[in-house]
């Protein structure tokens, strides 16, 4: 095998491997065929295109005392079977408690405050991070976390999880655990007298409210024992990804991240008039969350179907892996979208680059118009077109 065969067949293992990975999970966390993209999914089959927005922050969600969590899932949502995201406040001194996720990674973007996390890994290893506002974190599927308000002021964050059904039997609480599992059991379990666990939460906990944490982290019970792989990113930290004369991207994937394997997340930025011109991702879902401005998302699902909405801040949209679609900031003011999607490798075929990558003979024939028409096309990829046209 020469080097760059040899190199070809490496690459094909790696890629199918990952494919395989990618199939797995998806249909065991879904249960459902149509995630395979070979069986039609019925929620998009019908004759017109079915509404892919939902007004996540004018919904009511699960509120206690200050702290409040909005979720969309399939349940409000039903278009997003791949991803579902939860809007979460929590008030100083409060944490939403120790849980799980059995069927979903936790994915986050803090917009206000600050918060504290600590997480466990099967290998024993415990990191505790604090995050301000263009943070990131990354929790893979089914490590215990708590998320807790640090300081003095709220915070209020969005988390994105790689399943569109996570929240259905999804989330395993510790409350809820040891309020339902006899104190005998437990006091063997750690030892101690049954007395121990006299007057625990009888039902699932959810936000705890306590004094507010200590400014630095206080020490484990098994002392410090940090993971090999950090699970904070400080996103707008970094420079933008790209710069375009209409606006700005922020990308994290698993190259710049690399405990997130299953999600990369966008920050856009949009110019008034500006637009992320029409693409798809090959690969991945797409979950939109406007933090500011009113942006108007096109979507195209083959056979004429064709549909638009109409997005404000704290709007959630949806585009399902391979769907044709664009952003465009209809306001006055700037516009800032947070994206997320269910794959740790970012893929988007833009639809100048496509056509840069035709000659000009196939497009004239294509759209039956003369060759010359095709010379004042765009020469490479124009990803956001400002206001005047790229
Ligand atoms: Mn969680
Ligand atoms: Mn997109």
């Keep these: 095998m020469s080097d760059s065969n040899r190199r070809d067949f490496l690459a094909g293992t790696a890629l199918l491997a990952a494919t395989t990975a990618m199939f797995g999970n998806r249909t065991a966390e879904a249960g459902d065929p149509s995630f395979m ?33 909005k979720e969309a899932t399939v349940e409000q949502l039903p278009i997003s079977k791949g991803i579902a995201g939860v809007s979460m406040r929590l008030e100083p001194g409060a944490m ?60 209020h964050f969005i988390l994105i999880f790689d399943n569109g059904y996570f929240s259905e039997f999804g989330t395993f609480s510790i409350s809820d655990w040891i309020g339902h599992t006899p104190k005998a059991l437990l006091a063997k379990n750690f030892g101690v007298p049954e007395s121990a666990f006299e007057g625990f939460p009888k039902d699932e906990v959810y936000f705890a409210r306590g004094a507010v944490p200590p400014e630095k982290p206080s020490t484990p019970l098994q002392g410090w024992k940090l993971p090999p792989t950090t699970h904070k990113y400080e996103m707008l930290e970094q420079p933008p990804h790209k710069i375009f004369k209409g606006g700005r991207e922020w990308r994290v994937d698993s190259s710049r991240f690399p405990i997130s394997t299953t999600i990369t997340g966008v920050i856009l930025d949009l110019e008034p ?112 077109a400002p206001q005047v046209g790229p």
């Design 96 to 155: 939403r408690e120790l849980h799980w996720h059995a069927t979903a990674a936790e994915w986050a973007f803090v917009l206000e405050g600050r918060v504290r996390t600590t997480v466990i890994d099967p290998q024993g290893f415990a990191e505790t991070n604090d995050f301000a506002p263009g943070d990131v974190w990354l929790f893979p599927r089914g490590h215990g976390h708590m998320l807790e308000c640090l300081g003095n002021e709220p915070a």
């Design 273 to 384: 008039g500006a637009l992320r011109e029409l693409h798809w991702h090959p690969n991945a879902d797409e979950w939109q969350y406007v933090i500011e401005g009113n942006v108007s998302v096109t979507m195209f699902g083959s056979h004429g179907r064709y549909r638009t909405e109409t997005m404000e801040k704290g709007d959630v949209g949806y585009i399902p892996q391979g769907y044709g679609h664009s952003i465009e900031n209809i306001g006055n003011k700037p516009s800032r979208i947070l994206i997320g999607f269910n794959s740790g490798v970012y893929e988007a075929i833009d639809l100048s680059q496509w056509f840069a990558g035709n000659p000009l003979d196939v497009l004239a024939t294509n759209f039956s118009k003369p060759a010359s028409l095709f010379e004042k096309f765009p020469k490479e990829d124009v990803f956001i």
């Design 37 to 69: 993209n070979n069986v039609p999914d019925p929620a998009l089959a019908g004759k017109e295109l079915p509404t892919f927005k939902f007004a996540l922050e004018k919904s009511m969600g699960k509120v206690i005392g200050k702290s409040s969590g």
